[in-house]
Each structure stands twice: as C-alpha cells, then as structure tokens.
C-alpha cells in the first residue's frame, strides 16, 4: 500500500463517515486527511493546494454535505468552464443518494439561480447571480472555488477576485474553498480568504519527469536512458514505448491543426498494432455523433477505430465525449491535444508528451508558463492502473536538457497574482457592486475593493476606482454625487444582462453607421462587442470578407473607419452568424470558413446572449421599440439557427432547426397548422417518428395514445418506422 494512506478518523462527522461509505472511500489520501484536521468539515476557509487526482473533490463534497448539514442554506461549486461543470455533475451524484438535489447553472445570464441545495455553475454564471440575487452572498453556506488559481488569468482573474470579495464583504458564515494543483503561495491566498491552507506534494500515482532529446530521456539527477528509435518519429516512439507496456500516451502540442496532422501520421503508422474491436466499436459510435460536421465525425471515427484520436475545444462536445470515452475505456492508446485538455477535463494517461513547450500568441513565439508545463504534467499516472506516470518534455535543436529540468520539472509555478488592475475588470468590479443596491458610497466600494487580492498585494488602487466609476458616469451607467455613487436605470440593466460596461459606448458608436432593417449590420454590431468571441479572419479569407460586406451591406465599407484584423475578425463573426441564421448547415459552415462546430457553438451561444443583451438596453440609449424587437427576434434566431419564419416552430420541444424546416415545407407553417394535425401525416415525415410527434402533440394538448399505437403499429408493418424517426439530426436543441 503507497505511504500517504490514512484511516478515517474516529472524530469524523457523520455526515463525512456517510460520504466515504456511499462514495467507497476506506482510506484517505494525504491531503484530505490534512484538510479534515485543519477543519474543513467544521466550516473553516481553506485553500487546498495538491496535484491532480489526490482527492481534492472529496474535500470539496465534504465541505458541501458538513455546511449544509451545519447551516442548511445553499451550496455552490464555481468552475472555469461548461465541460468542466458537466463532468462534475456526473462526479457529483453520490450527492443524490445522501438526499440533496444538484442542479448546473452555466447557461443564460438572465436566469436566476436553479432551486437546488446545491449548484455547479461557472465563475462568470455565479457572478452574475450575485447581481441578480446579492443575498446570496450572504445566504450560501458553502462557496467552492475549483482552479482558484485562475484569480491570475487576465480574463476570469477579475471575475473571480470580484467573486471572493463580495462574499467576504458580505458576511462571515459562508465557507469559501478554493482547490489548484498548481499555487506555490497556497499560503497567501488562505489569507485573502481569511482562512488557511492545505499543502501537499502527494500523488496516487507518482511522477517522473524527464526531458527527451536526441532519443535520450534525461532525468533531474544527471542519468539518463536511450529510447528505442523504431519509426524515426520522436511522438510515436515515445507513445509506443509506452503503449507496448500497457499504458496510454497523451501528447500535448500547441496547435489544433498539428494535433491532427500528428493523429493522422499516428494513425497510419501505429493503425495495425493499436487497432482493435473495442476500436472498432467506438469509432462506430463516433460516426454517428450528433452535431458535428459528417466530413469531420467520418475522419475522427477513422482515426478512433485505429487506436488514434485528436482532442481539441473546437469539436462538437458529442466528439469531445467520444473521444474522452474511448480513451478512458483502453481503446484509444494515443491522443493528440491541444493544452485545453489540461485545464479541467479528467483524462489521465501513463505518458505525457509536451511536444513543444512554445505556444503561439498573436503571431509571437513565446515559452509556456511552468504552471501551464505542470497542468499537462499533473495529467500523467492513472490511478488504479499504473504504478507511475510519467511526463516528457520535448526540447528543441539548440535546448540544453539540464536547462529544461531547471525551468520546467524543477521549477515552482509562478505566483498567482490578481489581475484586476485594468480598468475593463473594475469598472465590472464596481458596476456589479452598485447595481444591486442601487446607490452606495465610495467609502462601500473602496471597503470591498479593500478585501481583494490586488488590494493586499499592492494597496488599494484609489486612483484606478475613481476612473472607473468616471467611466462609468461618463457612460450613462452611474450618477456621481459627492461622495455617493448611484447605478441608473442604464447601469442596473447592463448589470442584469452581465454585458461588458464598455458595451454602450460601443453599440452608440456603431450604431451611427449600421442599419437596424439590415439583418448583417446586426449581425456585425454584436460582433464588435468586448465580449463577443471573435472568429480570426486570414490573410486569405479578406477578399472573400470584403466581398461578404458589398453583398451583404455595401453601406457599412464605406461607413467604418478602419478595417484592420479586430474589425476583419468581426466580420468574419458576421458572416458565419448570417450564415448560421439562414440555416447553413455545420457542414458548409465548416468547409466554407474552417470554424468548427465547438467554436460554432461558442459564438452562436455568446451572439445571443449579446444580442438578447442589446434589445433590453437599447430603450435606454434613445432606440425606438422596432429596433429593440429586432435585435430581440435575432437573438431568437441565433440561439435556433433558423430563418424568421420558423420562430414559431422550433419553440416546440424536440423540434429543432431541421425538424422545423421539414414541418414548414410540409405544410406545417405555423402552430395553428399543426393544431388540426393528423398524428399519423406528422409521423410520415422524414425525421419526425413517434417520439418527436408525441412531444408536439403534448406541446399542443391533444396527445390520442390510442391513434399514435395505431400509427406506430401501420408504420412498423411497412418497414418505415426505423428510416422515419432518424437517429441523429445535426443541429437539433435538446434531442
């Protein structure tokens, strides 16, 4: 048994000793065990600094089922990003069988928290709650901060610390925890939280590290060993050497299109040995997954069954499971990613790979963090089945190994710094603290930007409030007077709708320019937003995007300013959306414009909260109620991917995009003419079948189970009942 095992203590509470028992946890792991004695369950703030996989979500169910148990209430689970939440709802089911409901919040910013005891959401999602519900900062029993290092990215960082600071102002009860596998000063940030840390080095699996050069494995004493030279390829003679012995290679590389150029190379040279029913199996399913490009599920589903796969965020989430699945089965050996898998998404393997450790910004060439580095590392080792794990850093021509062991494997991550100096994160920062109350005084704002990490790093930055909250006033958003700060009716609705302050002088901007009856100008206008996810255009694609606009909106080229690569990746945004909304398929928008249908998903998903955003402003910057429903009437479309006339349509539930378009050329244009419908004429439709004519006949009240069996039983007879009901539609919500 590996040292670092601890009895349950005789002093556990129940509610810990349930846990344990219904989530078959006899032993403790190092780190919760010190989390245990340092007070978690009682209801002390802790930062539990510890690698991947040494049990810090059970710290983090501890925490929840004791703080409910303790003070009833609420209890939330803050993470960085969707998938991230989706898999730790499904983590987070044992929460059920002890009796408390858990529900996910990542979606629409308008929505007020889920009536669940306890909620995952994400850090942005909470934030906004916070704003909709400011009791909840004093109402939660247990707030858990997963990657609580992310306070130093320059994007969440300020979300984050705004988080943090608002539940410390606000009261004293609620138990914040924050979990990372990568904060050398644990013990700083326990401060900020007023609390104290938990450190630990502890792994399940233990770790060694190495540099690869020339076909040599260099380890941090000075030894080193030859790697077997079999096919002259440095990526797939690291991962068979490993896979021969029965492991798993994850082969981290700094791009999407190398991670499958190198999964493609793998494929064919690895495809005979790695190849195998299982495979075979799960590339089956990978073929048939919903939602994605046929040309892209056909390549992944090739390379699955031969052993083989590439990861990356711009898959459809249906081919991101297929691959995670068939990797966490055995059936897939080797996986080229992209670093994205390293931030969340639990897929350890024996051997990782950092095939280079440069990244690519903005056109520049720069080395990765040693936080990043030990992210990807902390993925190697999986427990249960390998006695170690391994992580291999690939140096370049001219690196020197012992220089790499010093940078990188020996190397502390840097310090988690906050990020909220800038003034787009304060003026956030201050907005979502006046809104809610409507007016405070300075002394209020600087009391919480007091309690702030920056603030106890570098003092508290007077100078940069008192421009923000200009800003603010100089934007419609706030009224100063004297020494009170008010939120207006502007401020307040910007707030509700979690837009970016800077939203407004942006939209009043463009909107001098773009016409509200021109569906593009539309589509552009969201596109310019800050917190709009931007397609990047190429230097290729510019002609192409300038014809877009003179087909599209002649009067926009002439009206901008300044085409440069922000405003050519806003168009390029445009015109994938007017594509989206006149029901492009992912297909063509994939072989047209390159952009994947996970990005797809992303910029439709941001587009229509923006764009629902936009309508519910824009009576407070002087626009008439027609353009107010028109950008209200293209969030709809964006969020369905569908021209205005099916609007009605896909309200229906189990009706999507291409199940509208099949009902509208049927002669279903309108609810009203599915009222009169024949349950049997809609089950004859391509598609439709008995489940999807069941849910609208429900929709509409008038469900005959008695004709429905008797359509289902002629159909049947006639052979066509499996061609009718369709397995997979790209594109439908919620099948």
């Not at 203590?9 to 004695?37: C, I």
């Not at 941090?220 to 030279?229: A, D, I, K, T």
């Not at 994605?292 to 090739?302: G, H, I, K, Y």
């Not at 309200?651 to 509208?664: K, N, Q, T």
Request: aromatic share 8%; no cysteine.
């Amino acid at each position: 048994m590996p040292t670092g095992l601890y009895d349950i203590p005789s002093w556990a509470t129940n509610e810990t000793r349930s846990l344990a028992k219904l989530s078959g946890v006899e032993k403790l792991f190092e780190p919760q065990y010190m989390a245990l004695e340092t007070g978690v369950e009682r209801g002390e703030n802790l930062v539990v600094a510890a690698p991947t996989g040494s049990g810090k979500t059970f710290i983090a169910l501890v925490a929840i089922v004791n703080g409910l148990a303790r003070r009833g209430g609420r209890a939330f689970y803050l993470v960085p990003l969707k998938s991230v939440a989706y898999e730790k709802y499904s983590s987070f089911s044992i929460l059920a069988r002890m009796g408390f409901r858990v529900k996910i919040s990542v979606g629409d910013f308008r929505e007020g928290p889920p009536e669940a005891p306890v909620t995952i959401a994400t850090y942005e999602k909470f934030d906004s709650l916070l704003r909709v519900s400011p009791s909840l900062a004093r109402d939660a029993s247990v707030v858990v901060v997963d990657e609580i290092h992310n306070v130093s990215d320059p994007k969440r960082g300020p979300i984050l610390e705004s988080i943090v600071s608002r539940i410390l102002a606000n009261t004293g009860e609620t138990q914040i925890l924050g979990l990372s596998a990568t904060v050398p000063n644990a013990g700083e940030i326990a401060e900020w939280i007023g609390g104290r840390s938990v450190e630990s080095s502890w792994r399940p699996v233990p770790l060694r590290e190495y540099v690869f050069k020339e076909y040599r494995l260099y380890s941090p004493g000075g030894s080193w060993r030859e790697v077997p030279r079999v096919y002259g390829l440095y990526d797939l003679d690291l991962a068979v050497e490993t896979v021969e012995e029965g492991g798993q290679a994850l082969v981290f590389t700094y791009s999407r299109r190398r991670a499958v150029t190198l999964a493609k190379r793998a494929a064919r040279k690895l495809g005979r040995r790695l190849s195998s029913r299982e495979a075979r199996e799960y590339g089956a399913e990978a073929s048939r997954a919903e939602g994605a490009p046929r040309s892209v599920a056909d390549e992944l589903a090739s390379l699955i069954a031969a052993g083989v796969a590439y990861h990356h965020a711009g898959l459809p989430p249906s081919l991101r499971r297929a691959v995670e699945d068939a990797f966490r089965a055995g059936a897939v050996r080797v996986v080229y990613s992209t670093p994205t898998l390293a931030a969340g998404v639990n897929m350890p393997a024996r051997r990782v790979i950092i095939d280079s450790y440069y990244r690519y910004e903005a056109g520049f060439r720069e080395p990765i963090r040693v936080a990043e580095y030990k992210q990807m590392a902390g993925r190697a080792g999986r427990p249960g089945l390998d006695d170690y794990g391994e992580a291999v850093i690939v140096a370049e021509r001219m690196d020197r190994p012992e220089d790499l062991i010093a940078g990188y494997i020996q190397a502390p991550p840097e310090r988690v710094e906050s990020r909220l100096a800038g003034l787009r994160g304060l003026r956030h920062f201050i907005l979502g603290i006046i809104a809610p109350e409507g007016e405070v005084g300075i002394e209020s704002i600087e009391r919480v930007a007091g309690l702030t990490l920056y603030s106890r790093q570098r003092g508290l930055p007077r100078e940069i409030i008192a421009r923000a909250i200009e800003d603010l006033s100089i934007w419609g958003l706030a009224e100063v007077e004297g020494d009170r700060v008010a939120a207006t009716g502007l401020g307040r609705e910007v707030a509700a709708v979690y837009l970016d302050p800077e939203s407004v002088p942006i939209f009043k901007h463009e909107a001098r320019y773009l016409s509200f009856d021109n569906e593009f100008d539309i589509l552009y206008l969201i596109s310019t937003m800050p917190d709009m996810v931007k397609l990047a255009a190429t230097r290729r694609e510019e002609e192409k995007l300038l014809e877009a606009i003179l087909d599209a909106s002649p009067r926009m080229l002439s009206s901008v300013d300044w085409l440069g690569p922000e405003e050519m990746a806003a168009v390029k945004t445009a015109v994938v959306l007017k594509l989206w909304i006149e029901e492009a398929s992912e297909d063509r928008i994939y072989s047209e414009w390159g952009v994947h249908t996970g990005d797809l998903l992303n910029v439709v998903s941001t587009a229509e909260w923006i764009a629902a955003g936009l309508s519910r402003i824009a009576p407070y910057l002087g626009f008439s109620t027609e353009v107010s429903q028109n950008l209200s009437i293209t969030s709809r479309r964006i969020k369905h991917g569908v021209k205005p006339e099916l609007l009605p349509l896909v309200s229906i539930p189990g009706v999507g995009r291409v199940r509208a378009r099949i009902l509208f050329n049927a002669g279903y244009k309108s609810i009203h003419d599915l009222a009169t419908a024949r349950a049997e004429d809609l089950m004859r439709l391509p598609l439709i079948g008995p489940s999807t004519a069941r849910q609208i006949l429900e929709f509409l009240g008038r469900v005959d189970e008695a004709r429905l069996a008797e359509a289902r039983e002629t159909l049947a007879r006639k052979g066509l009942l499996t061609y009718l009901e369709g397995d997979a539609v790209a594109g439908e919500e919620g099948e």
